[in-house]
């Protein structure tokens, strides 16, 4: 090893002392930016995913619609499964009802499915956590968790549903009767909009109360794994017959905006934090400089012993490489042990600060989510090591400057 | 006085050739010249003293020869070369007033520095540190840190720093200076010796007329030339 590096070595970590504490200060402040930025960025890489997650679990990859219904749909199923990419599609209709039980009324979103093909598309069993998916008929209903809450129905109750015909009927000065339908199911997406205002019928259900007679409104697709969900859309818009006047569009564009923002939010919270790296840089470049100056003397007996210039500034900028690599490598562990235990963290903060129901109505999200992005973790690791080693140019340029006369002088 | 060499070394070409050296400080508005003309010669194996008062330039003599500062006018030659600082370490070795040792090293680890301003000590460098350290009477006292040395054994480990490189020239501003009276003569017994068992010639500048004595040639600046 040359003698610079050697050195510097020995001077963050000197022989003989169990604990190198400025050298520890300066890594800790460099690990603590770092663990902000990963856990910041993980967080909202989360989100992301989860969007993602239950997005495509309740829709799948892409989505059909059209403008005016699909009237024949198993005529159209065998077209669209004929397109290339295309792995099943299940058609869907949806609305809202108002729904009642025990004379407490919701007004949910409902989802006409077909209950033999919604499982090829999305996993919607694995959310149901009373009752089956296979127990649906057309005198039945799922419930999302929150809303059974809310109205205080469980599997095996009966619930009264209106649809908008009621207010036709109205006008037409006719009876209209709620249709009664029994719960066979309760399910929960972790996604607190979806889990407090959604519920499942069958699509026949769905066309009756809706009087649709046979038509969908569209069909959820699901697409071969690792094949682009918009390069999908377009394949199927290409074949989509033009008198349909349909639209495919991925998960990514329906939620365009959603991930939009979520981006610029992660990448704006990245740009931020990144000022916490540079806070701490500062603070390597303050206590190397101190250095520089404590080790004069040392620096002066350097070039009397034949070192040259541009050694005894890599000397210093070595140093600043290596605290920046120990902070950095400090800062990931912190960041994974934190993420690990986000959970634990936010429920003690949320139990401190009284705000549980706050938080996830906010956020949406019962849990925390995270998601390690490898770019981002790259980008930390560059930037973070990039702007330690910047650091110690400056101590760095200060010791070159140093003539060994001068330094052996000084006292 | 004579800056000349003995004639017992005139056979030999000089390591060290000084000639014509001159120095001169900024001070208020003015400049005071310290060196005026400054001419010295040193063969190898030759010990020379340099003596004079407090601030006569002994010091800055020493610099201009070590090639760490430049002399206004005058030559200088190490064993026929002009100074380069890339030549430094394997030329020559300095020991100072003040020792200055690296205090996050321990004292074998001080002397092999010398080395590693070469290369990357190897097993070669690290028994010829253990050696040296080892002929100065502090082996075991190598792994201890100049910290925990007294100041006469960190002036040892600064000897057999100096002579690591086995340079051709050493170069010694008031070793004892910091040093007790016993202690300083050991170490500039110590000093001498080794020098003349490895042939180096010796600079050493010192206000110590016992010590002066002991080398083979005495010279006394005064007023910026050698008297």
């Not at chain 1, 963050?12 to 800790?28: D, E, N, Q, W, Y």
């Not at chain 1, 993980?42 to 239950?54: K, L, N, T, Y």
């Not at chain 1, 139990?351 to 956020?363: D, G, M, N, P, V």
């Not at chain 2, 100041?151 to 480990?157: A, F, I, K, N």
């Amino acid at each position: 090893m040359p003698w610079y590096l050697y050195l510097a070595l020995k001077q963050l970590f000197p022989a003989g002392r169990k604990f190198p504490f400025f050298t520890a200060i300066s890594v800790l402040g460099v690990a603590l930016g770092v663990m902000v930025l990963v856990v910041s960025t993980s967080v909202m890489g989360g989100f992301g995913r989860e969007i993602r997650r239950w997005t495509v679990d309740t829709t799948g990859d892409v989505q059909v619609r059209a403008d005016g219904g699909i009237n024949r749909p198993a005529d159209f199923l065998a077209q669209l499964t004929k397109v290339p990419g295309v792995v099943a599609a299940t058609p869907f209709a949806e609305g809202v009802v108002m729904l009642e039980h025990n004379l407490k009324p919701s007004y949910p979103a409902v989802r006409g499915i077909d209950v033999e093909r919604v499982e090829a598309v999305t996993p919607l069993s694995k959310y149901i956590y009373f009752g089956k998916l296979d127990d649906l008929d057309d005198d039945s209903v799922i419930l999302s968790s929150q809303l059974a809450a809310a109205i205080g129905a469980r599997v095996g109750d009966k619930v009264e549903v209106y649809s908008p015909l009621l207010i036709e009927a109205l006008k037409s000065d006719e009876a209209y009767l709620g249709r009664e339908l029994r719960v066979c199911g309760i399910f929960e997406i972790g996604h607190q909009a979806l889990d407090s205002s959604l519920v499942f019928v069958t699509l026949r259900t769905m066309q009756d109360l809706y009087g649709r007679r046979g038509s969908a409104d569209g069909f959820d697709v699901k697409i071969t794994p690792g094949l682009d969900p918009d390069e999908a859309a377009a394949r199927i818009n290409a074949a989509l017959p033009p008198a349909l006047h349909g639209h495919a569009r991925s998960w990514m564009e329906i939620n365009h905006d959603l991930i939009f923002i979520l981006q610029l939010e992660q990448n704006m919270i990245f740009f931020l934090l990144t000022f916490i790296i540079i806070v701490a840089a500062f603070s390597v470049t303050s206590s190397l400089l101190i250095s520089v100056v404590r080790k004069t003397r040392e620096i002066g007996l350097l070039g009397a012993l034949g070192g040259q210039p541009r050694q005894v500034a890599a000397c210093f900028c070595f140093q600043g490489l290596v605290i920046g690599m120990a902070g950095t490598v400090t800062g990931l562990a912190l960041g994974a042990t934190v993420l690990t235990f986000r959970d634990n963290i936010v429920a003690a903060f949320t139990r401190l600060t009284q705000s549980e129901a706050a938080i996830e109505r906010f956020y949406q999200f019962k849990q925390l989510p995270a998601h390690y992005s490898a770019s981002y973790i790259t980008a930390i690791i560059v930037c973070t090591i990039t702007v330690c080693t910047l650091a110690g140019l400056l101590p760095a340029w200060r010791a070159a400057r140093l003539k060994p006369v001068e330094a052996l002088r000084s006292e | 006085m004579n800056p000349a060499p003995s004639s017992s070394a005139t056979d030999a070409a000089p390591v060290l050739q000084a000639a014509g050296l001159r120095k001169s400080f900024l001070s208020g508005e003015g400049s005071i010249e310290v060196l005026r003309g400054v001419d010295l010669s040193v063969m190898a194996g030759e010990s020379v003293s340099v003596r004079g008062e407090s601030g006569c330039g002994k010091s800055t003599l020493l610099n201009l020869l070590s090639g760490l500062d430049t002399p206004d006018a005058g030559t200088l030659t190490w064993a026929g070369h002009p100074p380069r600082g890339d030549r430094r370490a394997a030329f020559l070795g300095m020991v100072f007033q003040s020792f200055y040792l690296i205090p996050e090293l321990n004292a074998l680890d001080n002397v092999l520095m010398a080395a590693r301003m070469l290369k990357p000590p190897g097993a070669a460098e690290r028994a010829r540190a253990a050696d040296l350290l080892a002929r100065v009477g502090l082996a075991p006292r190598a792994t201890h840190l100049s910290t925990q040395l007294s100041g006469g054994e960190r002036q040892r480990v600064a000897v057999a720093r100096a002579l690591m490189n086995s340079p051709q020239l050493l170069l010694a501003d008031e070793p004892t200076g910091n040093l007790d009276e016993r202690t300083g003569d050991a170490v500039i017994e110590l000093l001498l010796e080794l020098c003349r068992e490895t042939r180096t010639a010796l600079v050493l500048v010192t206000h110590n007329a016992v010590h002066a004595g002991k080398t083979s040639r005495h010279l006394s600046l005064h007023n910026g030339v050698f008297q």
